[in-house]
Antibody, heavy 120, light 110 residues
Framework: QVQLVESGGGVVQPGRSLRLSCAAS????????MHWVRQAPGKGLEWVAI????????YYADSVKGRFTISRDNSKSTLYLQMNSLRAEDTAVYYC?????????????WGQGTLVTVSS | QSALTQPASVSGSPGQSITISCTGT?????????VSWYQQHPGKAPKLMIY???KWPSGVSNRFSGSKSGNTASLTISGLRAEDEAVYFC??????????FGGGTRLTVL
């Protein structure tokens, strides 16, 4: 069965960096686009970034552009999110998600999420 | 870019049908057949219910259906059950190569 397992969350001070990982199994990782989606405590969902199946294209939400970098290692079936210059408003549960039939079709499978808290 | 507009809450009795609307613009919902819908129970990850406007992922009941008219997409749930009580989010691809969510609709099964 498909599994997506996020890790790397925690408490970090404003302005510092953190790298999230998402380990994928149960499908051919290198065939699928992957997304990061976040949810602030008690709030709605916010799309963060997408990476093509081969890493050739990446797009970001305006709120994180220039600070966050999405990447992947297909040999390890792992997705990453490098988060720099973190702000209080980046506090959220971060989910990785596998794209549906096309990269923009929707988020077919989700991980359980990892909580990032930005606080001094 | 502003979030897609969803009603904050809807309710219905078991067995009834309800519809949740999701209003965007010609830069997102109205211009692409790339609306998806998600169900989220408290403390859980979201679950895909509909993608590409009206397609069912494997294992999702056909009591859930999606449609679109102009800039507004809709999710209809027929034969309401207690387990359908959750928060529902819509999402659309946008003209700027990003994705945008609605604010979420809390469904209460009376």
């Amino acid at each position: 069965q498909v599994q997506l397992v996020e890790s790397g969350g925690g408490v970090v001070q404003p302005g510092r960096s953190l790298r999230l990982s998402c380990a994928a199994s149960g499908f051919t990782f290198s065939n699928h686009g992957m997304h990061w989606v976040r949810q602030a405590p008690g709030k709605g969902l916010e799309w963060v970034a997408i990476i093509w199946y081969d890493g050739s294209n990446k797009y970001y939400a305006d709120s994180v552009k220039g600070r966050f970098t999405i990447s992947r290692d297909n040999s390890k079936s792992t997705l990453y999110l490098q988060m720099n210059s973190l702000r209080a408003e980046d506090t959220a549960v971060y989910y990785c998600a596998r794209a549906a039939s096309t990269v923009w079709s929707g988020f077919y499978y989700w991980g359980q999420g990892t909580l990032v808290t930005v606080s001094s | 870019q502003s979030a897609l507009t969803q009603p904050a809450s809807v309710s219905g009795s078991p067995g009834q049908s309800i519809t949740i609307s999701c209003t965007g613009t010609s830069s997102d919902v109205g211009n692409y057949n790339l609306v998806s819908w998600y169900q989220q129970h408290p403390g859980k990850a979201p679950k895909l219910m509909i993608y590409e406007g009206s397609k069912w992922p494997s294992g999702v009941s056909n009591r859930f259906s999606g449609s679109k008219s102009g800039n507004t997409a809709s999710l209809t749930i027929s034969g309401l059950r207690a387990e359908d009580e959750a928060v529902y989010f819509c999402c659309s691809y946008t003209i700027t190569s990003t994705m945008i969510f609605g604010g979420g609709t809390r469904l209460t099964v009376l």
